[in-house]
């Protein structure tokens, strides 16, 4: 059973820069591709970057692209995602996520979720 703990997430004025961390316990790390998601309020969970086992393949959702970065330590079992230029409508409840299988994540059908960070923009 794989434990993911996002953390990072808080109040920031538009235009500046966060960096979410999710630390994962209770498997090989190395053995997981790993994913970002956020929820707005009333809106429904949607997809925002994804990264395979080595970090070599990284994947975006068309308004992350450009001014997010996924990235992960498997040393530190901690896959991170660099935001700037961070905008009101990126206010959300960032999740992460874990499978072994990519495509998973990619569907959002991965096994494992962290409890989420929240993140604010205000303008």
């Known amino acids: 059973q794989v434990q993911l703990v996002e953390s990072g997430g808080g109040l920031v004025q538009a235009g500046g820069s966060l960096r979410l961390s999710c630390a994962a316990s209770?498997?090989?790390?190395?053995?997981?591709?790993m994913g970002w998601f956020r929820q707005a309020p009333g809106k429904e969970r949607e997809f925002v970057a994804a990264?395979?086992?080595?970090?070599?393949?990284?994947f975006y959702t068309s308004s992350a692209k450009g001014r997010s970065t996924i990235s992960r330590d498997n040393a530190k079992n901690t896959v991170y995602l660099q935001m700037n230029n961070l905008k009101p409508e990126d206010t959300a409840v960032y999740y992460c996520s874990a499978d072994q299988d990519l495509e998973m994540i990619l569907q959002e059908e991965n096994d494992y979720w962290g409890q989420g960070t929240q993140v604010t923009v205000s303008s």
């Open positions: 209770g498997g090989t790390f190395s053995l997981y591709a």
């Open positions: 990264i395979d086992r080595t970090g070599e393949s990284t």
